[in-house]
């Protein structure tokens, strides 16, 4: 079936490492976003790109949509940075635009 | 801020019980989604309306409705409630309703049934 499969499930750094989180999928997508929830809950944007690369300070994200996985890099991490990090797509063949998320990767970056 | 309003920020209600959250989606958006995220399903589509009319429907319960009024705002109703249906409720919105906009989330509304 439709899936979207993240690793790794945990991941702690200390602070000022670097690291990178996958996500794959198992059909074409038109939509493919990553998000960052912090310790609150809330879902926080952090790109939309459902093909080829963007930056945005220390995060960067790359999707290579012909071969199902998208990749996001968190340079010089800070503690910030903790929280669970989502994956979500909308498939080509879905219901309407729903997003499918990910089980996501919960980062804990420690001093 | 996505500018995606959602109210109110926790709701503790009793098994049985009917509650009501409401979404403001971002100006300009005519595209209105829930999304419940609980421990056991995680982040799961419920509901998608476009411009006052129902879109999409994912896994909500017949227990469940929504709406989304003229003025674009939106409400979720649960009904009969259940310990099981303790959980954070986003709204999220986006231009139009196809599935190549960028979705924004507002902060959720945390429920828990007691």
């Known amino acids: 079936g439709i899936q979207v499969e993240q690793s790794p499930p945990d991941l702690i750094l200390q602070e000022g490492a670097n690291s990178t989180l996958r996500c794959n999928f198992s059909?074409?997508?038109?939509?493919l976003q990553w998000f960052h929830q912090n310790p609150w809950g809330q879902l926080i944007n952090l790109f939309y790109?459902?093909?080829g690369t963007k930056q945005n300070g220390r995060l960067s994200a790359t999707t290579v949509a012909t071969e199902r996985y998208s990749l996001l890099y968190i340079s010089s991490s800070q503690t910030t940075d903790s929280g669970v990090y989502f994956c979500?797509?909308?498939?080509?063949?879905?219901?309407?635009?729903?997003?499918?998320f990910g089980t996501g990767t919960r980062l804990q970056v420690t001093l | 801020d996505s500018g995606v309003t959602q109210t109110p920020k926790h709701l503790i209600t009793a098994t049985g019980q009917r509650v009501t959250l409401r979404c403001s989606p971002r100006?300009?958006?005519?595209?209105v989604y829930w999304y419940q995220q609980s421990l056991d399903q995680g982040l799961q589509f419920l509901i998608q309306?476009?411009?006052?009319?129902?879109?999409a429907k994912g896994n909500i319960l017949e227990r469940f409705s929504a709406q989304q009024f003229p003025d674009l705002h939106s409400e979720l109703n649960l009904s009969s409630l259940e310990l099981g249906d303790s959980a954070l409720y986003f709204c999220?919105?986006?231009?139009?309703?196809?599935?190549?906009?960028?979705?924004?989330f507002g902060p959720g509304t945390r429920l828990t049934v007691l």
């Open positions: 790109i459902p093909s």
């Open positions: 999220a919105s986006s231009v139009v309703a196809n599935s190549y906009n960028e979705q924004f």
């Open positions: 059909d074409s997508v038109n939509n």
């Open positions: 100006s300009g958006d005519l595209s």
């Open positions: 309306y476009y411009n006052g009319e129902e879109r």
């Open positions: 979500a797509v909308a498939f080509l063949t879905g219901t309407a635009s729903k997003l499918t």
